[in-house]
Structure formats: C-alpha cells, structure tokens
C-alpha cells in the first residue's frame, strides 16, 4: 500500500519555474518507481516524467524534455519535479504515481497508485 501527496503546485509567469514535491508513503520499505503526470481541462492525461526506484534512470516526454528535471531523496521519501521556462500549455493539475518501473510508466501510462494532484497554472 502506498500514500502520494503533490505540493508544491501554484501561479507562476511564463519562463519562471516552480518545484513540485511528492511525498511517498509506504508501508514497508520498499521503493517504487515514481512518475509525473499531467491533466489540463478537456485532454487527456499524459506523462511527464518518471524515476527509477534507485534514482538512477530518469525518462521524459519530449514536451519536457530539457525543461524537466525529476529527482528524488529517499531518505526523504520524496520525489521532486524542478518545472523551468514553464510555458502557458503547462498549465495542468500534475500528479504523482508510483509502480513497479519507471520505464513501463513512461510507456503503459498506468501506475499502481495515484496522488490528489496539484494544479499548476502558468500565466503569460
């Protein structure tokens, strides 16, 4: 069983950055791949980015790629996303999602657990 929780999320100008956070929660210890999602009003979800349980493969979607930077702390049990030159098409709720891979996150799009989201809003 695991627990997600986004922060971090709010209203930045365009070309600014914002950092979001999520926290992981487990019952035991193990670690989970973790990835970024995003969902705008009338799309579809997609992938954003994802990381490996060590931290140690990384995986972006084109649209972010260069932009995005996901991390993590586990002594922390938190995975970070660091959002630069945030454009208005950014703007999304953005959840967190932990699996098994990171890269089957990147390609099946499904996770075994999901956070609330947080809303990301980039104005111009």
């Known amino acids: 069983q695991v627990q997600l929780v986004e922060s971090g999320g709010g209203l930045v100008q365009a070309g600014g950055s914002l950092r979001l956070s999520c926290a992981v929660s487990?019952?035991?210890?193990?670690?989970?791949?973790v990835g970024w999602f995003r969902q705008a009003p009338g799309k579809e979800r997609e992938f954003v980015a994802s990381?490996?349980?060590?931290?140690?493969?990384?995986y972006y979607a084109d649209s972010v790629q260069g932009r995005c930077t996901i991390s993590r702390d586990n002594a922390k049990n938190t995975v970070y996303l660091q959002m630069n030159r945030l454009k208005p098409e950014d703007t999304a709720v953005y959840y967190c999602a932990a699996g098994n891979n990171a890269f089957m996150l990147r390609t099946t799009r499904r996770a075994d657990y999901w956070g609330q989201g947080t809303q990301v809003t980039v104005s111009s």
């Open positions: 990381i490996s349980r060590s931290g140690t493969s990384t």
């Open positions: 487990t019952r035991t210890t193990s670690t989970y791949a």
